[in-house]
T-cell receptor, first 111, second 115 residues
Framework: DAKTTQPTSMDCAEGRAANLPCNHS???????VYWYRQIHSQGPQYIIH???NNETNEMASLIITEDRKSSTLILPHATLRDTAVYYC????????????FGKGTRLSVIA | DAGVTQSPTHLIKTRGQQVTLRCSPK?????VSWYQQALGQGPQFIFQ???????QRGNFPDRFSGHQFPNYSSELNVNALLLGDSALYLC??????????????FGEGSWLTVV
């Protein structure tokens, strides 16, 4: 079973920041937080991952709380192409531990 | 740099038939995993191949089998197809390092319809 809890759906106005929350209260010390997204009918796309520090790349920022029990994925300027299902996953980063997907958050970016 | 590639993109099979799906991993990756995604659900882990051996397996019956070749490419075989096997089959690849470089990347998937 997935170790994360996410809202089922969210809306965001185009051009505004999209903030997607994720709860992972049972995360272990060696588990990272990963975010993937899946645009309709395509394979999941890796976005970002982090352990305990905030992370930023060209796609998004990841904010992890100090106790690591929750995190927020931030898309700074959402566009219509960001409409997708976003999955938050906790996973041990070493070795080849499989990803365990939950139901994710369906983000709709509205013009 | 080619990403994960899968073939075929779409296929239709009849109940009881067998199907083979193919995957080439991202350049530099040596580990291939397969996932099944039913409509409206998140992907479910089927199994993982590394060094041409099945290393981990999810909760799938023996009708699902696979193979990894020396060039790291992989096949997923499903025998005795059931209507419930209709799904998007995703191949994912990664590099089996102790730390760091084992982010998992996915292909676009193969849509299987069983009629």
């Amino acid at each position: 079973d997935a170790k994360t809890t996410q809202p089922t759906s969210m809306d965001c106005a185009e051009g505004r920041a999209a903030n997607l929350p994720c709860n992972h209260s049972t995360i272990s010390g060696n588990e990272y937080v990963y975010w993937y997204r899946q645009i309709h009918s395509q394979g999941p796309q890796y976005i970002i991952h982090g352990l305990k520090n905030n992370e930023t790349n060209e796609m998004a920022s990841l904010i992890i709380t100090e106790d690591r029990k929750s995190s927020t994925l931030i898309l700074p300027h959402a566009t219509l192409r960001d409409t997708a299902v976003y999955y938050c996953i906790v996973r041990v980063h070493s070795g080849n531990t499989p990803l365990v997907f939950g139901k994710g958050t369906r983000l709709s970016v509205i013009a | 740099d080619a990403g994960v590639t899968q073939s075929p993109t779409h296929l239709i099979k009849t109940r009881g038939q067998q199907v083979t799906l193919r995957c080439s991993p991202k350049s530099g990756h040596d580990t291939v995993s397969w996932y099944q995604q039913a409509l409206g659900q998140g992907p479910q882990f089927i199994f993982q191949y590394y060094e041409e051996e099945e290393r981990q397996r999810g909760n799938f019956p023996d009708r699902f089998s696979g193979h990894q070749f020396p060039n790291y490419s992989s096949e997923l075989n499903v025998n005795a197809l059931l209507l419930g096997d209709s799904a998007l089959y995703l191949c994912a690849s990664s590099y089996n390092s102790g730390t760091g470089r084992n982010t998992i990347y996915f292909g676009e998937g193969s849509w299987l319809t069983v009629v």
